[in-house]
């Protein structure tokens, strides 16, 4: 028993952590409706700004903790709200969702363009001294950092159940017209809630800060295991959530002890919440999880999301764009061909994830396994002896019983919870199964020949070119053919669609099916590129990055998917300067809150010349002519 | 107090619904508010209440302008709105939509002044509103305007989907606002029960006023040929 004590320790210390850090994301949701994402990155930034006054400006730390938290989290909060989340009124969850992650990537990006990558130490707050309790070192840091959640949960819990603002937080989110109707400020309550939700965060991340040192990604991701706990707790019940989080924090904790003769193993324990979180939403009854709030958005009535103008018109620009292309060996070479190379296979990327977030209006925040797995697949059927196209075609197709196993969470949840269900699938995906043999194999890399005809450069980009254009192809069709009109329509109301006596269930499986496909030969041709594939090659971080990227250029057509890749693969390849690469994120990210609402993006915004337009013209103009012809003959004819 | 609307003018997006509509509520007066369907009567009162922007026009509370006032402004002025359908806070308690309603101050006083006049509330004090039936729903509505001191009521067609009997608990309620002096502007599909209470009559056609005047002046009959915008 003794030998589990200091495991236990850690584990309550790291629970009560995160049980600070999923009460700021509970309080939020249940007060606003909006499950922000970037709950750890916002408490990140104000912990990186803490570290500023205390060490860069070397104010006292209880006067730089002071200000962090009563005056630079709260300020954040209510810039959240007010510059942010006021614009999208009336917009859907995935709306939201795409904004919040939009802000993770934001901020991220920025605080390590501004601070450097690396991990700095923060000092300890609280006196790191020990005392023994049944005969085991307790820190008072970590007895400090548990008393500190406790009285904030139940602080808390006395705000919502006790005081008369708390009862207002409820009420606004429920019904913020009926709120106003009673007289209370509803957008001031909403703005109170965001205050108390990014103190919160703060607050988690500062705690952190000192144990798992100042790290931008680690900070982020740490308040984003707290995701499991809030799960724990349906989003809604904070004791349910502190329950999740301190249960989740133990067994990881003593799972560590247990694992660390397993090599495969070895990131069960950082796993655990996405496993909790990915299990939770899984294995829950349906009715579990109710969005606080029900979104339609009112724009999507005008904003039609099937294909615009006729099936012909999407061809020719198709066929027009392959052919262009087509022309680039000729003026590229050595390092700049690979670019376009490169390019040409995330256009199919952005076009996979397009058929699932743009079609279908799914947000699947786990795109990355997809492209990883088609990749080390394909390794492996590679060093199996088989030839090269059909090891390509198989790795693809190996990776269609996994997107359906996806959507499994697809068909049951919808909005918010399918993105955390597939979140917590990309996320525990990296941590566990990318390090089982049957990945990246024994060496933690999967080594990708090319066939000889296509070790050239020129060859290997047309071979691209072509299982791109095909690819693309075969995607427009499916969208303007039934299967495409289905998932438009069962993203506006699957009630309706079923009304009409067609099953939801088989496209959204189908289009899971077709999209992990199409994710997976586009990982294949980005391993075949540079030959080899490592766990770190694509992390769960892109997954969101795409998402991203993808809203930003146009998520509805191969027009946005080929801007997409443009933004993310040449625009820093061209312009090599170091600053581009290291702001990108930051333009991505807040580029995709501005055009969040914009029915496709970047595309949505420019019109495209229409050329079967151009020919269906000389089609009239002929039939004028035909039509005057007549008419001349028939005057003729009644004259003579 | 006088609720008075001038050259009211109001739609959403580019349609316009509202055509510079004139109409007052005299203090402690009653005045229904009639119409065929999409006549604007809803809009009128959103518009009033400020749920709606009004493109020109103004709205007036004892001749202070508040057309550019926020919602809960106008409230804490003096008007209550009971919305179309039911008005509630669904997945708050009978208590808590009352304590929202006084927010926060009182609350005992509130539930007393509810529970007089919806006896059946009283046993559904700590139960989910959005649980209850639909006029048990409707009565939470209503109550809430009881339980303020707004001296403007608006009501938009309480009696929908609601059994006989409760509609004439509702309208009980009505009475006993009108008895404590407060001015109400009521929208109401039973023309009859509408006549019966109100001191003056505004029929709407197609977004605008079509017909002022006392329900001596009209019957129910009249008042079915104006919805159908018979009578100019």
């Known amino acids: 028993m003794k030998a589990f004590l200091p495991f236990l320790i850690i584990g309550v210390t790291t629970g009560a952590i995160y049980a600070l850090a999923a009460m700021g994301l509970v309080l939020t949701y249940t007060t606003s409706g909006v499950f922000n994402f970037a709950h750890g990155a916002v408490g990140m930034l104000v912990t990186y700004l803490f570290y500023s006054l205390r060490v860069d400006a070397g104010w006292p730390t209880p006067l730089a903790l002071a200000l962090a938290l009563l005056v630079v989290a709260p300020l954040l909060g209510v810039i959240i709200d007010r510059l942010l989340l006021t614009r999208l009124a009336g917009a859907t969850t995935a709306t939201y969702v795409v904004v919040s992650l939009s802000l993770l990537v934001a901020i991220q990006g920025g605080v390590i363009a501004l601070y450097g990558a690396e991990t700095r130490k923060l000092a300890p707050l609280f006196p790191t001294s020990t005392f023994r309790l049944s005969g085991v070192n307790v820190g008072w840091d970590q007895a400090i950092v548990v008393g500190i959640a406790v009285a904030a949960g139940l602080a808390l819990a006395h705000f919502f159940s006790g005081t008369h603002l708390g009862l207002k937080t409820k009420a606004v989110v429920g019904d913020p017209e009926l709120t106003e109707l009673v007289g209370s400020d509803s957008r001031a309550i909403t703005t109170i809630s965001w205050v108390l939700g990014t103190v919160f965060a703060a607050l988690s991340g500062i705690l952190m800060a000192p144990v798992v040192g100042l790290d931008a990604v680690l900070l982020t991701l740490l308040v984003v295991q707290a995701f499991g706990a809030a799960v724990v707790g349906r989003l809604r019940s904070l004791p349910l959530t502190n329950l999740g989080a301190y249960g989740i924090a133990v067994v990881a904790a003593l799972s560590t002890k247990y694992v660390a003769n397993y090599r495969s193993l070895i990131g069960l324990p950082t796993a655990l919440p996405f496993i909790v979180l990915f299990a939770v939403l899984i294995f829950s009854p349906k009715s579990a999880f109710v969005e606080v709030t029900e979104r339609t958005d009112v724009r999507r009535l005008v904003d039609r999301p099937g294909v615009r103008g006729r099936r012909g018109a999407q ?326 | 107090m006088t609720l008075r609307l001038s050259g009211l003018r109001a739609g959403y997006g580019t349609t316009p619904v509202l055509h510079d509509v004139d109409l007052v509520v005299p203090p402690g007066r009653a005045v229904a508010l009639l119409g065929a369907n999409g006549a604007g009567k809803t809009t009128l009162l959103r518009t009033a209440m400020g749920l709606v922007k009004a493109w020109s026009g103004t709205v007036t509370l004892d001749g202070e302008a508040v057309t550019h006032r926020p919602v809960h402004d106008r409230v804490r002025r003096g008007m209550c709105l009971v919305p179309e359908g039911r008005g509630i806070f669904r997945q708050l308690t009978v208590r808590q939509n009352l304590a929202m309603q006084v927010d926060g101050r009182d609350v005992d006083r509130a539930i007393e002044v509810a529970t007089e006049a919806f006896p059946l509330l009283g046993e559904r004090l700590d139960q989910v509103a959005g649980t209850l039936s639909g006029g048990q729903q409707q009565m939470v509505a209503v109550a809430r305007a009881l339980v303020t001191e707004a001296k403007v009521v608006l009501a938009d067609e309480l009696s929908v989907g609601l059994a006989p009997i409760v509609v004439d608990e509702i309208f009980s309620a009505i009475d006993l606002l009108r008895s404590q002096g407060r001015s109400l502007l009521i929208v109401e599909q039973y023309v009859d029960r509408a006549l019966a209470i109100a001191d003056y009559v505004y029929i709407l056609h197609k977004g605008r006023v079509a017909f002022v005047g006392e329900p001596g002046q009209c019957t129910s009959h009249e008042v079915f040929a104006r919805y159908m915008g018979q009578v100019a």
Do not use: K
């Open chain 1, 315 to 640: 061809y020719s620009r198709l066929g027009a764009v392959i052919a262009g292309a087509a022309l680039l060996p000729l003026v590229l070479s050595g390092s700049r061909l690979l670019t376009a190379t490169t390019t040409a296979a995330y256009v199919l990327v952005f076009a996979s994830l397009g058929l699932l977030v743009g079609l279908s209006r799914q947000l699947s925040l786990c795109h990355a396994v997809f492209v990883v797995f088609g990749a080390t697949t394909l390794s492996h059927l590679l060093s199996a002896g088989v030839p090269y196209p059909l090891a390509l075609l198989l790795a693809a197709v190996t990776m269609v019983p996994v997107g359906a196993a996806l959507a499994i969470p697809a068909i049951r949840l919808s909005g918010l919870f399918l993105a955390l269900a597939t979140f917590g699938f990309g996320v525990l995906a990296q941590y566990l199964l990318f390090n089982m043999g049957l990945a990246f194999g024994r060496d933690a890399v999967g080594v990708i020949p090319r066939p000889d005809v296509l070790n050239g450069d020129d060859a290997f980009f047309y071979f691209v070119l072509g299982v791109v254009a095909l690819s693309l192809f075969l995607i427009e069709t499916v969208r303007s053919t039934r299967l495409g009109r289905v998932l438009a329509a069962v993203a506006d109301s699957p009630s309706g669609v079923q009304s009409v006596g067609i099953n939801p269930t088989a496209s959204r499986v189908m289009v899971f099916c077709l999209s992990a496909f199409f994710a997976a030969l586009a990982g294949g041709l980005l391993g075949s590129l540079v030959r080899v594939v490592t766990p770190t090659s694509f992390d769960f971080f892109q997954s969101l990055l795409w998402v991203t990227v993808l809203v930003v250029a146009g998520a509805r057509g191969f027009a946005g998917s080929i801007v997409a890749a443009v933004l993310l693969i040449t625009v820093p390849a061209v312009f090599t300067s170091a600053s581009v690469s290291e702001w990108q994120p930051v333009v991505f990210g807040i580029s995709a809150i501005l055009l969040a609402r914009s029915p496709n993006g970047i595309v949505g915004l420019i019109r495209l010349p229409d050329f079967s337009r151009l020919t269906r013209g000389l089609e009239w103009r002929g039939e004028d002519r035909r039509l005057a012809e007549r008419r001349a003959r028939l005057v003729g004819e009644a004259a003579g």
